[in-house]
Structures are given as C-alpha cells and as structure tokens.
C-alpha cells in the first residue's frame, strides 16, 4: 500500500529562521505532490503542488517544495519562517484508487510553532 | 466564486445512530472526495464521487455511504455510528477526475462526536 512519511512531528523554530520539513512516498508509479497547511482554527489550504516539470516548485507565502525523484522525497523548506507561519503541514500524493478514481494519501502532519 | 462549504460544523451523535453530513462543491467543481481525519492524524480517503457515481472507495465498510446531486453536491451518510466514527469530516473538490494533474480543494469539516 502507498505511505507517506512525515519524520518531523513537531518543530519549533524562531522566526526568521529557515525552515525544512521532510517528506517520504513509498509508490513506484507517476505521483502527483502536494503539500496542505491548516491554520489554527480553519480548514485545510493548498500550499504548493507538483505535477510535472521542474522539480522546484514554489507556493503562496514564500514557501517552496523539491521533488527529487531518486529519494521519493518532496521536503518543504522556506527561508525565513514567520510567527503567522504556526500551523500543522500535510504532505500528500494523488495516487490511483480502486474504480478510476485516484485518492490523496496524506502524511500524519508536522506541526510547527514559530516564536517570537 | 465560493469555496467548498459543509454543514453542519459540528455534531454530536450516539452509538448506533445514522448521521448524515453535506457539501457543496466549489463552483465549477464537478468531483467530490470525502476524507476522515481522526485527531493527531492525517485525512483518510473515504470515497469520491464524479458525475453522481461513486468513482473509487478507500478501506472504509459499507456503512459509509454517499450521494452526488445533479448540482455536485454530496452528502455522507454514516449508519450505525461507532465510537471510533468520531473525527474530522472532510470534503474536498475538484474539477474533474481527480487521477488528472488536478488539485482537491477542501471544506472546513465536520466535526462529529460519538458518544
């Protein structure tokens, strides 16, 4: 069955430091990428995805994401994070479901706090 | 353009009971998944619908089931509600077969309780 890896938990970082969280498919097919944020309190909101094409991709909010093929990896880093920038990141892949559907398979979530 | 919406937000149910949750689609969004996310977790695939037929279905009993409307908006049923039922329903759209490079666009859940 596909999976994917969150190693990071929980992270907390000061603001204006940089930001790296990790993120691992197990699948062998073609994968669609995604990373969501859900902010305290509110639903969850897509960050950035990749389809195909340069494996940098960049988002909403100064955030970014690498797809690198040979690792099975699409880590989420962002320079300089921001306090507003507290919340809980899903990584995702799209991958065929049963019938012709195809579903999202999420991580189980980094949360990070930023501090003042 | 309106986003996905879901009623009710919260809802609190008891054991063996039915529960049935709605959403809307986003405008023009004709595919609707619904998702379950247990606290601590991440959402789980419960099935989607595409055109008011079920077009795939995660590991979940045939106790969960759903409805598309003509206008693309999709109800969850639940039938005898267990306690491990209690989580985070979520409903997410997307314009067209979501296997395209097409990205899924979520609600802002339910929230139900088992007790």
């Known amino acids: 069955a596909q999976s994917v890896s969150q190693h990071n938990h929980h992270v907390i970082l000061s603001e204006a430091a940089s930001l790296e969280l990790g993120c691992n498919y197990s699948?062998?097919?073609?994968?669609?990428l995604f990373w969501y944020v859900q902010y305290p309190g509110q639903h969850l909101q897509l960050l950035l995805k990749y389809f195909s094409g340069d494996p940098l991709v960049k988002g909403i909010k100064g955030f970014e994401a690498e797809f690198i093929k040979s690792k099975f990896s699409f880590n989420l880093r962002k320079p300089s994070v921001q306090w507003s920038d507290t919340a809980e990141y899903f990584c995702a892949v799209n991958v065929p479901a049963t019938g012709t559907a195809s579903k999202l398979t999420f991580g189980t979530g980094t949360r990070l706090q930023v501090t003042l | 353009e309106t986003g996905v919406t879901q009623s009710p937000t919260h809802l609190i149910k008891t054991r063996g009971q039915q529960v049935t949750l709605r959403c809307s689609s986003q405008?023009?969004?004709?595919?609707v998944s619904w998702y379950q996310q247990a606290l601590g977790q991440g959402p789980q695939f419960i099935f989607q619908?595409?055109?008011?037929?079920?077009?795939g279905r995660g590991n979940f009993p045939p106790r969960f089931s759903g409805l598309q409307f003509p206008n693309y908006s999709s109800e969850l049923n639940v039938n005898a509600l267990e306690l491990d039922d209690s989580a985070l329903y979520l409903c997410a759209s997307s314009s067209g077969l979501a296997g395209v490079e097409l990205a899924q666009y979520f609600g802002p859940g339910t929230r139900l309780l088992v007790l």
């Open positions: 619908y595409y055109r008011e037929e079920e077009n």
């Open positions: 699948y062998g097919g073609t994968v669609n």
């Open positions: 405008s023009g969004h004709n595919t």
